[in-house]
């Protein structure tokens, strides 16, 4: 084990170890929401996601080869689970976003990821929120949803396909919470925490580009390389760090918490839509915003 790999390891339960989660979070939740623009913007959003997997599976090689321990071998099934989870997730995520518009979709994702993710901590590790962690979490969820909400009132375009876009976004917050209670799972079952985010975006970086190129998302876009390239290897170190941060934090500290923390990405979401994609952003979703940040907070100091 590395030294920085046992510093975060000797960390976990400590209130410095909080404390460091508690910033892994919020940085986890900046990174994803930029990591959505990134696969929502003008390329499609099947190729986008091919080439940031495909990227970041080749720069995680040297990694997982050279850099980290290999895995124990009772983490290849565990592996296996996620890549099958995390496929879904990416095929249904790229289906919503096809369907519809950003600012629409990307809220509902996040407001039922927490929910279930919450649920499925319980369950699994045994945590426990509070009443007033509980109250934050509603207050989240409203921001998000009355985001969301609003969101679909002023949007006029592409307004025939929202319905089945809502649907899968749904289903892709779902997933968001199965993949956040089960990669906490993973992270938790190696000793080296960085063994299993090496191998892990190595293994993840197969199957979109497999999957795209067998004719998946039946995309009819003329592929700009060189834009899907520069595409792919920002979105590779985003993704380095937005899921390396929340699956640190996931370790170091409470899942749920770390679940509600990240979906704060809702209010980045609405700033990069407002000031990249050219998306109206008014009092009423400030508002909103402000009702997300202040739920986040709440359940932080509750907890």
């Known amino acids: 084990m590395s030294g920085l790999s046992a510093w975060l390891v000797g960390l976990e339960g400590t209130a410095a170890g909080s404390r460091l989660a508690l910033a892994l979070a919020l940085l986890a939740a900046f990174l994803h929401a930029l990591f959505g623009a990134l696969q929502k913007g003008r390329h499609d959003p099947w190729l986008s996601r091919a080439a940031i997997d495909g990227c970041y599976g080749l720069l995680a090689l040297p990694c997982a080869l050279f850099l980290v321990p290999w895995p124990e071998p009772h983490m290849w099934p565990v592996f296996g689970g996620a890549i099958a989870i995390h496929t879904g997730y990416k095929v249904a995520q790229a289906m919503t976003y096809t369907r519809g518009a950003y600012t629409v979709v990307y809220p509902i994702v996040r407001g039922t990821g927490p929910l279930f993710a919450v649920i499925g901590a319980g369950l699994v590790f045994g945590e426990h929120f509070s009443a007033g962690q509980w109250a934050g979490v509603a207050m989240l969820v409203s921001g998000i949803f009355g985001l969301a909400a609003y969101n679909l009132v002023t949007v006029t375009l592409g307004r025939d396909r929202l319905v089945p876009a809502l649907a899968l976004a749904v289903l892709t917050g779902g997933f968001v919470a199965l993949y956040t209670t089960y990669d906490a799972y993973g992270i938790r079952a190696t000793a080296d925490p960085f063994t299993f985010l090496a191998w892990f975006f190595l293994l993840d970086g197969i199957a979109m580009p497999v999957w795209v190129i067998a004719g998946g998302g039946r995309s009819r876009a003329a592929p700009d390389w060189p834009g899907l390239l520069r595409r792919g290897l920002l979105g590779a170190f985003v993704a380095f760090f937005s899921f390396g941060a929340i699956m640190l934090a996931t370790r170091l500290d409470k899942v749920g918490e770390a679940a509600v923390l990240r979906e704060t990405s809702t209010v ?10 050219g998306e109206r952003v008014g ?6 915003m402000a009702l997300i940040a202040a ?4 359940v932080e100091w509750a907890g």
């Open 268 to 277: 980045f979401a609405a700033l990069i839509g407002w000031l990249v994609l």
């Open 295 to 298: 739920g986040a907070t709440v």
């Open 283 to 288: 009092p009423r979703r400030l508002a909103l």
